[in-house]
């Protein structure tokens, strides 16, 4: 939510919002940013010349702001749906899910399109030390964003990443997650293949070999898929993986031939997965 509204304050639309406690980093970026969140729950903070209320997911009914926006009729809608009228109608999102590891794999997307001169916008759950902040709004068309299976809002209890406009897709694994929300391992997959029906024709998909839920997506898709992991089936395939103190170096072989070599300063098989995402 903090990450929004320093995107939509980029965008020059004036914005406020209130949390119970703010804390770091998030409280960082809002400070760097000149925004200063109203303490608490009032119905007070909802001014009169609020035009839009966006309603997070940590909020419910009884809340007193909530119940003013209800009884007075103001506008509202959820986190995703903002960032999809805002944001990405007019960009081409590339949306990083699964159960583990999309915070790591979106970010190092992000990068990679920025050291490669296409200024992606971006919209992730944490702060990097490459960018120092968790969004952006960039000239490019790409926007990363991290895609985020848990509900919308009270009043919308489908995933988020269903409001995303899906041109590409990441899926690192689906593996049995928030069962608040979610009954059993079922239900859960349904929001991926939900997910991957979304996704247009000239779109693409990109799955993890090594996660047997992840890989089973393919036979959903209606754009092209490509798999990646350690699996010899995958199509980006990492070898001659070398695990040292403080990195991970690698070669990158696709259609039998190696296309590249990767030293990652990050450790663990886990996170050459993140990076070949």
Known sequence: MATVAVLLKQRGLEVRGSDEHTYAPMSDVLARHGIEPLEGYSAEH???DVDLVVVGNAVSRGNPE???????RIRYCSLPEIVRDQFLWERLPVVVAGTHGKTTTAFMTAWALSESGRDPSFLIGGVSKNFLT?????NGKPFVIE???YDSAFFD???KFLKYLPHIVVVNNV???HADIYSDLKELRLAFVRLVSLIPRDGHLLLCADNAEAAGL???AKCAVETFGLATSADWRADNICHQAASTTFDVVHGGQSVGSVNLPLLGVFNIRNALG
Do not use: C, M, N, R
């Open 218 to 220: 393919a036979v959903l």
């Open 157 to 159: 209890k489908t995933a």
């Open 147 to 149: 895609g985020d299976e």
């Open 134 to 138: 968790s969004g952006q709004l960039g």
């Open 66 to 72: 909530v119940e003013w926006v209800l009884e007075k």
């Open 46 to 48: 909802i001014a009169p």
């Open 175 to 177: 593996e049995f997650d």
